[in-house]
């Protein structure tokens, strides 16, 4: 497809799916836990996925080496990507999701704070400013109910790093060479690296298999070929096609998802104040991502 100057039904619906897709995973990474330790879980899921990805690249012709120039970069994003997979699989086992996700989905609120000082014309204008605002006063709402079920600062805590962590990739794409390489490679470089990493340092975390089941086969198998692997491409592909900013506007979606999916799936008990939360962070994330409209003519 043609590259788009705007947002068109089929972007929308497309990224919709996408943003549903990624709030489903949440619930799919929840169950997992069930019959693999999280650690070890995410792992597995970087190790498939460098498999997946490679017979893709080699049946689609892509080059795989990577230039030399890349390779710090495509190590710093790998390291990135395994602390950032550690802390939220550790946290969805030690909480619910809708706190995991409200806390998680946050990260384009840290990214805009961080692109604001690192990243030339990324900086916060009014509107922005109140939509990380906004964001990060639900956040903290999130943070201080501790009378929701499942509530664990450990748990909070880790969503939250591994948000930072997300944050950091992107900057990391951003601000290296890496961003010269087709989105491929990059994916390439995140789960290459992290998936020794994660399974080298899984045993730390407990025993590796808990009481492992079909439907816990089956999770794991969604999380390789339909998240790490193709999920990942597509939302590339998408980003290729649409501006950055309309594709980003979408991610508000993913948090709403995910706590809606917990709430109806996993039958979690969902306080008012991580509605509230939600509704916060949601609204703060449009803001943040919301193109500026144009001045009125004279």
Known sequence: MDRKSHMDLIGAVALTAFAFHLGFNQVVIKVTSGGFSPVFSAGLRSAGAVLVLLVWMYLRGLRIALPRRVWVGGLLSGLLFALEFTSAFTALDLSTVSRVSVIFYSMPVWL??????L??????????????????????????????GAAS??????SLLAALCWAGIVLCVRLTPLSEVP??????????????????????????????????????????LA??????????????IYPAS????FSFLSPVFSVLCGWLILSEEVALSIWAALALVAAGIYLIN???????ST
């Open 246 to 249: 309309s594709v980003a506007s």
């Open 227 to 240: 998240v790490a692997s193709f999920g990942y491409l597509i939302w590339f592909w998408l980003m290729t």
């Open 153 to 158: 600062w450990t748990g909070d805590l880790l």
């Open 183 to 224: 989105p491929a490679q990059q994916l390439i470089c995140q789960v290459a690296v992290s998936a020794p990493i994660l399974l080298l340092i899984a045993p730390l975390f407990g025993p590796l298999m808990r009481e492992v089941e079909p439907i816990h086969v089956a999770g794991l198998l969604f999380q390789i």
């Open 119 to 148: 990243l030339p014309g990324e900086r916060l204008t009014p509107g922005r400013g109140f939509g990380l605002a906004l964001a990060m006063a639900g956040v903290a709402l999130a943070l201080l109910d501790r009378n929701s």
């Open 290 to 296: 919301r193109k500026p409209g144009r001045p009125p």
């Open 112 to 117: 805009a704070l961080m692109a604001h000082f």
